[in-house]
């Protein structure tokens, strides 16, 4: 299940940055006196009673202000409270019950999202101040916080994590592989999923953004059941712009965390961004198989070395990730949708692929004595034996006698080795290494 999000906001100035730090136990946020310091979102996780969830701080909210700067910070705020399953709002006792607050706390209301009052600054150990009582008079009950000294962080911890979703809830059926479909705005992932329901299930817009949530949608083919997720960008009337490609980011991290398959959209109009390469990076991150779909192949102006160059594109700025393959598709007329499906149903099950401890050591025994492993100082690395720990991904524990001298790009080496001889296309690998004694 995907981690359940909780939104931070309040006007600016009021400690939402210091709560945020406090409560994710790092100093992500920058944190100062000026208003205004936090213009975007910034998101961490934070971990309560064995539960954790996604934290978004926002810039602060200034209801009435014309300031551009201010404008577009209070609309970051309402693009978390949207994304949120609970909201904080902060307070700041030592101001008072503003105007702002009033304004803010009835926005809030109005989202109909769950929502906790934390009265921040309350510095002084014991009773709350006088001033604390005075934020009663707004229809949410208040709780005394000291966010810098984490004083009533538990209560505040308590009350938004009793409004959240259980992540406990029981997983999809293991038959039906879930496929997230991510990328940057507007390169077709609701269009490929309308496309393959049959039905217009996603709004589909040249707008970027159109899709807010994460749309599920359950389909049965001749290649198996399927869940697919059509992942949100932002709804915006004016081009594409940085925040909302961030908040694209947010939402594609969100949708991977419960996916089995990722399906890594690209557009062939534009060819390969630097967007797309950060939201690939969050597949690899979470150790989930990919699958790159480049989109809008009917639409391209070919010769016979279009596809080979393309490709060579793919392979040059996806070079983290170049077990994945790539298909080109076309959301719109259907191209080669056949030709995907078959590769999700794969890289499902090189994820899922375990291999026999003696096989595995077979194939290092091979690796190291074609290429000895590397020294330092006179010393060098022995691996003793490999096995596999664990599937989705497929994970590795080595045991050697130095951890240091273990190099990436011997390690490197050793995946090649493996993915020579057992076929894990499509899904990343991990190593653990781990020390023993050569005694």
């Known amino acids: 299940?995907?981690?359940?999000?909780?939104?931070?906001?309040?006007?600016?100035?009021?400690?939402?940055?210091?709560?945020?730090?406090?409560?994710?136990?790092?100093?992500?946020?920058?944190?100062?006196?000026?208003?205004?310091?936090?213009?975007?979102?910034?998101?961490?996780?934070?971990?309560?009673?064995?539960?954790?969830?996604?934290?978004?701080?926002?810039?602060?909210?200034?209801?009435?202000?014309?300031?551009?700067?201010?404008?577009?910070?209070?609309?970051?705020?309402?693009?978390?409270?949207?994304?949120?399953?609970?909201?904080?709002?902060?307070?700041?006792?030592?101001?008072?019950?503003?105007?702002?607050?009033?304004?803010?706390?009835?926005?809030?209301?109005?989202?109909?999202?769950?929502?906790?009052?934390?009265?921040?600054?309350?510095?002084?150990?014991g009773d709350p101040p006088p001033e604390f009582y005075e934020f009663y008079r707004l229809p949410i009950e208040p709780i005394a916080v000291s966010s810098v000294h984490g004083h009533?962080?538990?209560?505040?911890?308590?009350?938004?994590?009793?409004?959240?979703?259980?992540?406990d809830a029981p997983d999809m059926d293991p038959e039906v592989i879930s496929v997230a479909v991510i990328g940057r705005p507007n390169v077709g992932k609701s269009s490929l999923v309308n496309r393959i329901v049959g039905e217009d299930r996603c709004i589909v817009s040249d707008i970027a953004g159109t899709t807010r949530d994460s749309i599920d949608t359950r389909i049965e083919n001749s290649h198996g059941m399927f869940n697919l997720i059509d992942t949100a960008g932002m709804r915006r009337k004016s081009k594409v712009t940085e925040d909302v490609e961030r908040y694209s980011i947010l939402r594609a991290r969100m949708a991977i965390e419960r996916c089995d398959v990722c399906v890594l959209m690209l557009d062939a109009q534009t060819g390969v961004t630097e967007q797309d390469t950060k939201v690939a990076g969050l597949a690899l991150d979470a150790g989930k198989p990919c699958v790159i779909a480049v989109n809008k192949w009917d639409a391209i102006e070919k010769d016979t070395h279009t596809m080979q160059n393309f490709r060579r594109d793919i392979e040059r700025d996806f070079a983290f990730m170049s077990y994945a393959p790539s298909v080109f598709i076309s959301a719109k007329t259907g191209q080669r949708l056949d030709n995907l499906f078959e590769n999700i149903v794969h890289v499902a099950n090189t994820c899922a692929t375990r291999i026999k401890t003696g096989l595995l050591n077979e194939v290092l025994a091979n690796a190291t004595a074609r290429v000895q492993p590397p020294t330092d100082k006179g010393r060098r690395l022995k691996i003793?034996?490999?096995?596999?720990?664990?599937?989705?991904?497929?994970?590795?524990?080595?045991?050697?006698?130095?951890?240091?001298?273990?190099?990436?790009?011997?390690?490197?080496?050793?995946?090649?080795?493996?993915?020579?001889?057992?076929?894990?296309?499509?899904?990343?690998?991990?190593?653990?290494?781990?020390?023993?004694?050569d005694k």
Request: with cysteine; proline share 5%.
């Open 1 to 125: 299940m995907p981690q359940p999000v909780i939104a931070i906001v309040g006007r600016p100035n009021v400690g939402k940055s210091t709560l945020f730090n406090k409560l994710i136990g790092e100093r992500l946020s920058i944190v100062d006196d000026t208003p205004g310091v936090t213009r975007d979102r910034i998101y961490g996780v934070v971990e309560w009673s064995g539960r954790s969830a996604m934290l978004i701080d926002t810039g602060g909210i200034e209801p009435q202000s014309d300031d551009v700067i201010l404008s577009q910070m209070r609309e970051q705020a309402q693009l978390a409270i949207e994304t949120a399953d609970a909201v904080i709002m902060v307070v700041d006792v030592r101001s008072g019950l503003t105007a702002s607050d009033e304004e803010v706390a009835h926005m809030l209301l109005r989202s109909r999202k769950p929502l906790t009052l934390c009265v921040n600054k309350c510095d002084s150990i």
């Open 152 to 167: 009533g962080t538990g209560d505040l911890l308590d009350d938004v994590f009793a409004h959240l979703p259980d992540s």
């Open 384 to 437: 003793f034996y490999m096995t596999q720990a664990s599937v989705k991904p497929p994970t590795f524990v080595f045991f050697c006698n130095n951890a240091e001298l273990f190099h990436f790009s011997y390690q490197r080496y050793l995946e090649n080795r493996l993915r020579e001889n057992f076929d894990f296309s499509g899904t990343p690998i991990r190593f653990v290494i781990r020390e023993r004694s």
